[in-house]
């Protein structure tokens, strides 16, 4: 195989632009911006076709996958697509379970509960993957770039989703898996995936971004592997989430994709993806991004709408300004404001991925809001109405079309893409919401 020089690695930021072989390890640039992988070809328009037929896979585990079936448009390993032998020595796979049941599909229930045509929305459940949730869209990647840069460990700061993932993928792959927590914090429940799957878990003494901190340190120091969403090959996974919605519609573009709004990789890949599909001709009409924060957890609300000193920080063309963003975290630490929300997979007050989120918002005109607990949990409860499992986050964007209608940002007519990213983990939630009648879709026991 000829390492081809297609893929490498690039600054978001335009004034600094610095560049890094695909090979290297780094996750920010060396003054500390944000890293996009890039590709100097442009993949063939007639792929469509190609990506169609796959879904017949034939036994092909790399058709098979969500993820890998897209692989022309993520071959940061610079592999011949078209042999297997090749994908199979390179591109890591649950078998070709990641991103496998993953499409748009009808939720009548939820359609009324909005008020919106039924045949205008879609929603994409991200937690029939198989650790449960949409991360394993970009573990596959991440751990297909730490396979190839020769890592024998990866590792995360985490306590829910991004934890079981790795623990997964490093359980499949035989490599060792440290998962980061603040000490005496988290609740044990929560990490019971990455136990099952084997994963270390290391105590940090401090908080959340001490965690982190400690675990990028190990990285450094002991040939380790970051797969927090800081990661730039995360992300390029995370983009076949809009790649498999697309496809479903035809490569039509819908007028809304609506995420939840946590550390923003999704945000921040679906941006990278419609970014990436119009420049080559694949998609005219760019879908608008709407992001939606919980109250208890709104940096990128309060900073996008101008809720904070009067300004609405923007990409502003690569030239955004951070300033307000650490003057922000500044006024949290200041007034000991910690997010507060029982979404706990957006439960973040400062989003790893906000620059890029911005970016992303930028070129999608988009539109970031907040919803309450209480309206997230009548999310998630009318999901399950139709059928389908999701957490409390995946409520969110539920709510949120809901909320974008009635203010007439989202019209009546809009078709609307919404991604729900991951399945219940909480088992108390919904039993809790069923217990209390006041609820709306709540339906108490009888005796
Ligand atoms: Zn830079």
Not at 371 to 383: H, K, P
Request: neutral net charge; hydrophobic residues 35%.
């Amino acid at each position: 195989m000829t390492m081809l020089d297609d893929a490498y690695l690039k600054c978001i930021e335009h004034e600094c632009g610095l560049e890094y072989p695909i090979k290297s390890r780094n996750v920010q640039c060396e003054k500390g911006h944000m890293l996009d992988v890039k590709y100097k070809n442009n993949p063939s328009i007639h792929l469509k076709e190609i990506f169609y037929k796959r879904r017949n896979s034939q036994g092909n585990i790399f058709d098979e996958s969500g993820v890998w079936r897209f692989r022309e448009l993520l071959n940061f390993c610079q592999i011949d697509t078209e042999n297997i032998e090749e994908c199979s020595k390179y591109l890591v796979s649950l078998d070709g379970a990641e991103g496998r049941q993953s499409k748009p599909y009808r939720m009548s229930k939820a359609a009324k509960f909005i008020e919106i045509s039924n045949e205008n929305l879609w929603l994409q459940p991200e937690g029939y993957n198989p650790s449960g949730s949409f991360k394993d869209n970009g573990m596959a990647t991440a751990v297909t770039h730490a396979k190839m840069v020769g890592a024998k460990k990866i590792v995360c700061a985490s306590t829910g989703n991004t934890s079981a993932s790795a623990g997964m993928f490093a359980a499949n792959e035989g490599i060792d898996c440290n998962v980061y927590i603040p000490k005496g914090q988290i609740a044990p429940g929560k990490l019971s995936q990455a136990y099952q799957f084997g994963a270390q878990i290391v105590e940090v003494d401090g908080n959340f971004d001490d965690a982190l901190k400690q675990s990028l340190e190990d990285v450094q120091n002991n040939d380790g592997y970051t797969v927090n969403s800081i990661n730039p090959f995360r992300i390029e996974g995370q983009k076949t989430i809009p790649f498999r919605a697309l496809e479903y519609l035809n490569w039509e573009s819908p007028d809304w994709i609506v995420y939840p709004g946590g550390a923003l990789g999704n945000t921040s890949s679906c941006g990278k993806a419609l970014m990436e599909l119009h420049e080559w001709g694949w998609i005219k009409k760019i879908p608008r991004i709407a992001v939606i924060n919980s109250e208890g957890a709104s940096t990128l609300s309060d900073l996008y709408n101008g809720k904070f000193e009067d300004e609405e920080l923007r990409w502003n063309k690569g030239n955004p300004n951070t300033e307000l963003i650490s003057k922000y975290y500044d006024h949290l630490d200041k007034e000991g404001i910690r997010p507060k929300t029982k979404a706990t997979a957006i439960q973040i007050g400062r989003p790893t991925n906000i620059l890029k989120g911005l970016r992303a918002l930028e070129f999608t005109n988009g539109v970031v809001t907040t919803v309450s607990d209480s309206e997230m949990l009548d999310g998630m409860s009318v999901v399950g109405l139709n059928g389908f499992d999701c957490e409390m986050a995946s409520g969110a964007t539920v709510v949120g079309i809901k909320k974008l209608i009635t203010e007439g940002i989202i019209k009546k007519d809009d078709i609307v893409v919404g991604i729900l990213t991951g399945r219940q983990k909480d088992a108390m939630l919904p039993v809790e919401y069923h217990n209390n009648s006041k609820n709306k879709f709540a339906k108490p026991p009888k005796n």
